[in-house]
């Protein structure tokens, strides 16, 4: 199954705070091990909010508003896209990304999990 | 330059309340194709509804698992893209046709939030 992940960092990293130096180092292997069990299919981490636009449609009329989004609780850093045996499995692998931010110094962060359902190259 | 971008419809469409409009499907297929085909459009997903989901918390250093729905949240995920448009205002414009496909097939009420991506893997 194909499962998508959105990770939600604290406000102050997604405004531009850079991670911790030691979270960063050990990112790379943690991916390439992820990359060669072939359950990462892709991933990338997004440039901070204020660079951000959001388009809102209500009753049919757009607005267009830059970031950063004040009202927004639930913001995206960076996502994954990941193939799995089981949700299960999923969570399990989510788990272990959030222990990896915790070790290197982020102890707060949410990641989501979603079974993707269908698309283009995903 | 390459952008991501989440869709976030109506919470009663992910609840599954309101159902997409068959326009609509019919629409998307044609318009991710064209979008392929200019080179716009690198990949796409659309999620199962956030019933099926599930959020980890950490919180110093424990870690709380919980099932979807989220009721409490104001911004629910149903769908995302992976763009590669030459600026910023390149992606607002395909973020706007976009909405407008949606308007145009009765929903009318939907969100898209364009965001660059800082750098990844086979992204």
Not at chain 1, 33 to 60: H, W
Not at chain 1, 69 to 89: H, N, P, Q, R
Not at chain 2, 86 to 98: L, M, V
């Amino acid at each position: 199954m194909r499962f998508f992940m959105t990770v939600t960092p604290s406000h102050d990293y997604l405004e531009g705070k850079p991670p911790p130096q030691s979270l960063m180092d050990a990112m790379g292997p943690y991916m390439g091990k992820a990359v060669a069990d072939g359950s990462l299919i892709s991933t990338a981490g997004l440039k901070p909010l204020t660079e951000g636009t959001f388009l809102s449609a209500r009753g049919g009329r757009i607005t267009v508003k830059d970031g950063p989004f004040a009202e927004s609780k639930e913001l995206i850093g960076g996502y994954a896209v990941m193939e799995f045996a089981t949700k299960a499995d999923a969570i399990r692998a989510a788990t272990d990304f959030i222990n990896l931010h915790i070790e290197h110094g982020v102890p707060d962060i949410d990641v989501s999990v979603r079974a993707v359902d269908g698309g283009y190259n995903f | 330059m390459r952008y991501f971008m989440t869709i976030l419809p109506p919470k009663d469409v992910d609840s599954g309340k309101r159902p997409v409009p068959q326009s609509l499907m019919d629409a998307m297929g044609p318009f991710v194709e064209k979008a392929i085909a200019s080179g716009a459009m690198i990949s796409t997903g659309g999620l199962k509804n956030s019933a099926t989901g599930v959020r980890l918390t950490g919180n110093g250093d424990r870690i709380a698992v919980m099932d979807g729905p989220f009721a409490e949240s104001k911004e629910i995920v149903g769908g995302y893209a992976v763009f590669e448009c030459p600026s910023k205002a390149e992606a607002i414009q395909a973020a706007t046709d976009f909405v407008n496909l949606h308007i145009e097939h009765g929903m009318p009420d939907i969100v898209v939030e364009v965001r660059e991506i800082a750098g990844g893997y086979n992204i």
